[in-house]
């Protein structure tokens, strides 16, 4: 097993070292900014942060005060990850700005919202036992080429520069070029497309690991993650966490 604790991809790393420097412009409104997360005081207080959300899968609620419960999904049917926890819902303009990290390389918007998630993280594992690695959500070596990086691992490094948390983006490989997930509507479908789509090459170097945390940008139905998490615990990891930017509604 490979772990790395990369600073990420080049012009994401370009990113960070100007942004240190100089004042940059705020990837929402377009003002000058110098702060390393690359959004401005007011944009970020408009962001659509996830205030209330279920305690196990992360989907946004409206129980008040804080949600310290299952909505009704998990209680009938629970994921078999630990948690998921979003910072953000998938709505304007962060849908906008990840659409555009993931599919047009812009990976000043990238940094920025990464950047919010390893703060989180930070604050998070500061008060609660971290896991041994992170694990980007892995992308088929057709779609990898394609597309020149993977966004989850560009997120992960970010994340794993401020936690100090180890990666691994060789643990579980992509074994079916699948249908994008965005272009399946159902939910049945989607879980469909991904099965037996992921597998651990290696299993035997997983015998020091017992909690991984998965790292993507967007979690919607869950079928990706669920996936990955069946994959994960036939292979013998006891705990299993999920970290994403923006949580949609299923």
């Not at 196990?56 to 994921?79: A, D, I, V, W």
């Not at 794993?160 to 691994?168: F, L, V």
């Not at 079928?223 to 299993?240: E, H, W």
Request: proline letters at 6%; one cysteine or more.
């Amino acid at each position: 097993m490979t772990t790395c604790r990369t600073q990420g991809h080049p012009l994401i790393s370009s990113f960070k070292r100007v942004s240190a420097l100089l004042p940059t412009a705020c990837i929402v409104c377009g003002r000058i900014v110098s702060t390393t997360f690359l959004i401005c005081g007011p944009c970020s207080k408009e962001l659509p942060w996830i205030r209330n959300a279920c305690v196990r899968c992360g989907e946004s609620t409206y129980h008040t005060p804080l949600c310290q419960e299952l909505c009704n999904k998990c209680q009938l049917s629970p994921p078999g990850f630990q948690f998921c926890k979003g910072l953000f819902l998938y709505l304007t303009p962060v849908d906008a700005l990840l659409s555009g990290f993931k599919f047009h390389a812009h990976f000043d918007a990238g940094f920025a919202l990464a950047a919010h998630l390893a703060e989180r993280m930070h604050e998070y594992y500061a008060l609660n036992n971290p896991p041994d690695l992170l694990l980007p959500v892995p992308l088929h070596d057709n779609r990898l080429r394609s597309r020149g990086y993977n966004q989850a691992a560009e997120i992960a490094k970010t994340i794993s520069a401020r936690c100090g948390i180890p990666i691994s983006t060789n643990l579980v490989k992509k074994r079916k070029d699948t249908i994008p997930q965005t272009e399946i509507g159902d939910a049945t479908a989607r879980l469909k497309n991904l099965r037996n789509a992921f597998y651990v090459p290696n299993v035997t170097a997983l015998r020091n690991v017992k909690r991984i945390a998965i790292i993507d940008d967007v979690v919607t139905t869950m079928a990706t993650v669920m996936a990955l998490t069946d994959t994960l615990r036939l292979a013998g990891i006891d705990t299993i966490e999920v970290w994403c930017i923006a949580r949609a509604s299923r």
